[in-house]
């Protein structure tokens, strides 16, 4: 499956990806597939297991994934250098202080997790869509600067636990969507 490009697994079936007890030279073995370039419902069991399997698909372009156990730390997603559209669902009890993204990536969902900041975020040069979806924010106030999101064109909040948003005068300078929703 090495010419494999596209791999789409489709609602209320997820595959699993996991490394239990795997040893190095298994994982060494496994084939690159440098050719796939959608990758979509995949669960993944931590966040180690996320990285071993991305390492060997390098040339992502699409990629929505689960990854239950992270341990505070973000999967490293800067290592998939084409990655354009990442949905990724991390869970709600865990916290993440930083985001490894890489700066070509121009639509981002982010689903059902606690992030301390979208310093990191608001600074990729590429972005244009973010969604928010049931993402809980650690200090409940988020600010906007005016140099941040200098693309965004579309922003989704859904569910958002912010008691206070702070947006300065020119911050999101090309939005054009605005989406609210609370269930």
């Not at 300078?173 to 989406?179: D, F, R």
């Amino acid at each position: 499956m090495v010419k494999l490009r596209y791999l789409h697994i489709y609602i209320y079936t997820r595959a699993s990806f996991t490394t239990p007890n795997v040893h190095e030279q298994l994982l060494k073995s496994l084939p690159k597939m440098k050719e796939l370039r959608t990758l979509a419902s995949v669960w993944f069991s931590c966040k180690e297991d996320a990285n071993n399997i991305l390492a060997r698909t390098p040339n992502h372009q699409k990629l929505r994934c689960e990854v239950s156990k992270c341990d505070r730390l973000f999967p490293a997603f800067n290592n998939i250098t084409k990655l354009e559209m990442l949905k990724f669902s991390g869970g709600p009890f865990w916290t993440f202080a930083e985001m490894n993204l890489p700066p070509c990536l121009k639509k981002l969902t982010l689903f059902n997790c606690c992030v301390y900041s979208l310093d990191q975020v608001a600074t990729l040069p590429a972005l244009v869509v973010l969604k928010l979806q049931q993402v809980t924010f650690c200090s409940k106030v988020w600010e906007v600067t005016n140099e941040q999101f200098p693309h965004l064109k579309f922003l989704e909040l859904q569910v958002p636990n912010l008691s206070e948003w702070k947006v300065s005068d020119d911050a999101f300078p090309c939005l054009e969507q605005l989406v609210l929703r609370r269930l």
